[in-house]
């Protein structure tokens, strides 16, 4: 019982007080009972409620602020591991061009490397000696998977200077990593510099060796000048009178249809300065005992010329004609 003018509470009733109260509970207190307010509490305790609270405050930071970092790291560490490592690898766009060597290093750079944290530089740089690998690209294949895409350089030809032998492209590029196989051999007086071929005549002869048909570009043992016009020599065939380096394209189609033509069996010459009116010649007197012999490295016949020095300089223009 609580007597007249007094403001402490029984034991009892202070104890069932302290939990927190709801709203509904304390509206039905009565109304003296609800103007009551409890004694503070003593000044130690209060002080050690607070420092309880603001530890908890301050173990609730160090944790959000830990679970970051530690995701972070145990990902860095995990991405190099074993458990991502790249065991299986397809090379595509590698051709018979293309020596064992380029294929066994890219294998092995990437066999270094994980699909996790996996660096196309390492690719390209382990090819970086190999001219014949135009560009590359990868593409990872969770958890051990790679594909390795080539685009190959293709060489057309042999360039000899003296007892130097380089393969080039139609562009003129050296070509390393690569065999030459069965190419025509352009010959020059001046080495390669910058990583490609700068002599007129041997550029002249891979722009019109590129435009070839490859049966036909097979089968080319020599590319010359003579009298002032563009020969070519073919394996077991006539010879091709180009005149020029223009339209090589529509005079290459030309002279596949004349050798298609059984008519024109066992002609020693095939004129097709003007594409649209190619003519063959079946006995060539000047000519008969002056092809090249067989082979790749065929010298050019008596008269003709090989080197960019003796080249008519009306030989060298664009050409007018775009291959589709």
Do not use: C
Not at 16 to 31: F, H, Q
């Amino acid at each position: 019982m609580i007597r007249a003018g007094s403001t402490r509470l029984p034991p009892r009733l202070l104890r069932s007080l302290r939990p927190p109260l709801g709203a509904d509970v304390v509206a039905r207190l009565p109304p003296r009972l609800r103007s009551l307010r409890l004694p503070p509490l003593p000044g130690r305790l209060e002080h050690l409620l607070a420092r309880a609270r603001a530890t908890r405050l301050r173990t609730r930071l160090t944790v959000l602020a830990a679970v970051p970092v530690i995701v972070i790291g145990g990902w860095l560490l995990l991405r190099d591991s074993a458990l991502f490592s790249v065991d299986q690898v397809a090379i595509s766009g590698l051709g018979a061009d293309a020596l064992p060597v380029v294929s066994d290093d890219l294998l092995a750079a990437a066999r270094h490397e994980t699909t996790t944290d996996f660096s196309l530089g390492a690719l390209r740089a382990a090819v970086a000696p190999y001219t014949v690998v135009a560009a590359i690209s990868a593409q990872t294949h969770f958890p051990h998977g790679l594909t390795i895409e080539v685009v190959e350089r293709h060489p057309i030809a042999h360039l000899q200077v003296g007892s130097h032998w380089f393969l080039l492209d139609a562009g003129g590029v050296l070509v390393t990593g690569a065999s030459g196989r069965v190419l025509t051999v352009l010959r020059s007086r001046s080495l390669p510099s910058g990583g490609r071929t700068h002599d007129a005549f041997v550029l002249l002869a891979l722009r019109v060796l590129g435009d070839a048909p490859a049966p036909l570009r097979r089968r080319v043992a020599a590319v010359t000048v003579a009298d002032g016009l563009l020969m070519i020599y073919l394996h077991h065939g006539p010879r091709l009178i180009f005149g020029n380096a223009a339209l090589p394209h529509a005079k290459w189609d030309a002279a596949a249809a004349v050798l298609a033509d059984a008519s024109s069996r066992g002609a020693s010459y095939i004129d097709v300065q003007v594409p649209s009116r190619p003519a063959a010649q079946i006995a060539d007197p000047s000519t008969s005992a002056a092809s090249p012999s067989a082979g790749a490295g065929a010298d050019a016949p008596s008269g003709a010329a090989s080197v960019s020095t003796l080249l008519d300089p009306a030989l060298i223009q664009p050409s007018s004609y775009t291959s589709g």
